[in-house]
């Protein structure tokens, strides 16, 4: 991994949970060129078990991914534990990935599957709970603790708090609704406590585990109850700082990063894939929708590829029919000596005449040649280390537009 040509990728997956990993996999099976760069940090990793993945049903969260990574690895795709901190666009197509060290990467097609962070409120012996004692999940789970006490805790997510105790008295008779902060209409409190859902208003001042098999909930009204498992419903905040970084467009509507149903961004080149772009995606879903985006991704790539293949043969049948004509668009690339030219030429030009009429009032006696020299020691530094610098930023974000437009990264 250490030379420049094992850098350059076919396709970077970011993100090894189920949605990468599952893309991986495809990728590397159809023989494409894959890196998966993972900073470790898998949504369930606090979880003990994982459930309602068919065939994987209770198995250990790290044992599913070990177990993924390895049927990937046996493909040929290559995985850098790493965290990824920027992605540019090239000039000549594709994208240079970044990690934490410095590294770069490049590859001609991204899948970011780089999933959310659940937001929980402050509580004090919350955070160590998670994931064990207290979970937001009924369908995951909701059956391990079936008819025993459950408390339902008021969370930072409403509607999904109300869901959540509703939910939960499926699976058990005795379920407490905790109220925390959140304020029910008597209409939510009356459908709740007709379903046989207990109301506690009161807030939750400290959360601690009872022997690891149950919890004791203190309240500020010094109120302490205890209950075998808790469930409180996270905000869930997607991980979408890249995908917002290379201009991907948001749904208004929900706030998320816009992808198509392979999973196609509105960037031409990007791919998103599970809880990055559906926080309510489970194990299972999150795998399924990097499959289809691994697919759609290969299609992709396999479409430029006959473009590139079709555009040589055509060049080699005009050479040797003689023929003359141009290519109508020119590939991307590096900004040309003549544009460098034009640029520098446009950065001087104005910056002396300027220059020119600013010292006129107190210059005119001086001969033509000091007059030059003087305007050609301020302008030129200027020119070139301030004004030719923007000009190419410019010309850059203009170049990745129109290669945008035509498809061409
Ligand atoms: C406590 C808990 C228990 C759960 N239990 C279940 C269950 O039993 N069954 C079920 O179906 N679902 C369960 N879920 C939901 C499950 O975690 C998600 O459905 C699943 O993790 C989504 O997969 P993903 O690939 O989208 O994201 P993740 O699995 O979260 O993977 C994202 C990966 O991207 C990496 N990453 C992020 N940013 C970067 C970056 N900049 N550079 C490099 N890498 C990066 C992260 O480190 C992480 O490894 C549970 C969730 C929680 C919180």
Redesign the pocket.
Known sequence: MDTNKARKHDVIV????????SAALVLARARVNVLV????????S??A?????VSRDGMP?QEFLESGRREVRSYGANFES????AIDRRYEGGFDVTLADATVHTARALLI????K?QLPETPGLRPL??SLV???P???GHEVSDQAIAVIGGLAREMSLKQAALLRRYSDRVDFISNGIQLTSIERHRLEAFGVRIIDGAVSRISAEAEVSIQIELTDQRTLSYDAGFIA?VTQP?D??LRSLGCEVDSATGLIAADPAGQTSQPGVWA????VTPS???????G??SVSAIAINGWLLQKDLDVAAAKTRTNTNLRDGARTKPKNKPAGPPSVHVRAVITWIAIFPLVTLGFFAIAPFAAEWPPVLRAFVLSIVVVPVAVYLVVPQLMKIHKALTSKRNQLLGKV
């Open positions: 970011i993100g090894s949970g189920a949605a990468g990993l760069i993972d900073s470790g940090e898998p949504r369930n606090p979880a078990h994982m459930h309602g993945f969260p790493s965290t990824v901190t599957a780089t999933g959310l659940d998670w994931g979970n937001h999940c369908y995951c789970h996270p991980s700082q890249l894939a599970g809880n990055v995606a489970q194990v299972i879903t999150a795998a929708a990097g």
